[in-house]
T-cell receptor, first 117, second 112 residues
């Protein structure tokens, strides 16, 4: 089983609908992230959470909200989807513990492809 | 302008060396990274370099860091068709571990 699991993997929806993308992890990491990938634009950070009570906006948070239901679960919501939110969404985790072994590596899920018509 | 810049495409013949280049604007990074994304998959860390290093070698991979010019490169020796993927340069801007800033990615195509 994957360490970082995203559901759904693919979703097609219509403009104005509410959509939730879910992410769960078994890595025991405290930090979780949502990134958006658009062709030719790389990855842009939407929201991140350093623990259950900590939520932070990233570069492109407008039109999105998140919920950190537990250390292992971080969901992304689009309250009213619009076509320019069509993209590939990635959840990622990282470990905050210090020490020489921690290089800040992000561990990614396999992505959720969202199409808004 | 972009914080991290990469060329979007690179094509090489199997067996040749590939060099993917990246420039960045923020000199405060602690770590700089190369991530690989294969078709239909998430990103995976390929290699990284600590900011006080100039070079790091890991089997077929060589990472060069020129801090003065803010230039990072990834060389893949003896490139194989299985190396075809998108390669992302990323750095942390000296921020808390885990928050990374990515380039647009370089699509590497390896021809047999």
């Amino acid at each position: 089983d994957a360490d970082v699991t995203q559901t759904p993997r693919n979703r097609i929806t219509k403009t104005g609908k509410r959509i939730m993308l879910e992410c769960s992890q078994t890595k025991g990491h405290d930090r979780m992230y949502w990134y958006r990938q658009d062709p030719g634009l790389g990855l842009r950070l939407i929201y991140y959470s350093f623990d259950v009570k900590d939520i932070n906006k990233g570069e492109i948070s407008d039109g999105y909200s998140v919920s950190r239901q537990a250390q292992a679960k971080f969901s992304l919501s689009l309250e009213s989807a619009i076509p320019n939110q069509t993209a590939l969404y990635f959840c990622a985790t990282s470990d905050s513990s210090g020490g020489r072994a921690n290089t800040g590596e992000l561990f990614f899920g396999e992505g959720s492809r969202l199409t808004v018509l | 302008g972009e914080d991290v810049e990469q060329s979007l495409f690179l094509s090489v013949r199997e067996g040749d060396s590939s060099v993917i280049n990246c420039t960045y604007t923020d000199s405060s990074s602690t770590y700089l990274y190369w991530y690989k994304q294969e078709p239909g998959a998430g990103l995976q860390l390929l290699t990284y370099i600590f900011s006080n290093m100039d070079m790091k070698q890991d089997q077929r991979l060589t990472v060069l860091l020129n801090k003065k010019d803010k230039h990072l490169s990834l060389r893949i020796a003896d490139t194989q068709t299985g190396d075809s993927a998108i390669y992302f340069c990323a750095h942390d801007r000296g921020s808390t571990l885990g928050r990374l800033y990515f380039g647009r990615g370089t699509q590497l195509t390896v021809w047999p």
